[in-house]
């Protein structure tokens, strides 16, 4: 026979979001790091509209009582209107990740959005991307 595999469905609670932000001098680098914990920190290129916020996901349908990983790129491209972003240091927690007796489980990530500096110019608007999250058990 063959074995039974657990079919774990990832669900965002709340999406990974570096909030509004302004950038005061487009030639230098402006960052906003969201940490572990989910305090931020932002450069004194950046001015802060709308607090930023780490993203927290829930898993259903996993093994219960299972140890698990979550693997996720070393960065990311966002693109909008203007230059692009680069969103890297992703962080998972908490640091020991283990399903529920029902086979459910809460993680969060965090990260560090940068602009590119070098003069190049962003426009008003959103600018979106997509983090590949798998998912280890």
Known sequence: AQPVRAQ?????VT???FGVIAIRNWSS?????????GSHTYNS???????PQRGEYRIE?????????????????LSGNGGNFVLDNFAVSPSFLITSA???????????????GGGIAYGD????GNVPVTLNF
């Open 45 to 51: 290129n950046i001015y802060l509209h709308e607090f």
């Open 8 to 12: 774990a469905t990832i669900t965002p």
């Open 29 to 37: 680098v402006g960052r906003v790091t969201i940490n572990p914990n």
């Open 102 to 116: 029902t086979g459910t489980a809460t993680f969060y990530i965090s990260g560090r959005l940068q602009t590119q």
């Open 61 to 77: 349908g996993a093994p219960a009582n299972t140890i698990y990983t979550i693997n996720l790129p070393p960065s990311v491209t």
């Open 125 to 128: 608007g959103t600018y979106d």
């Open 15 to 17: 999406d990974l979001s």
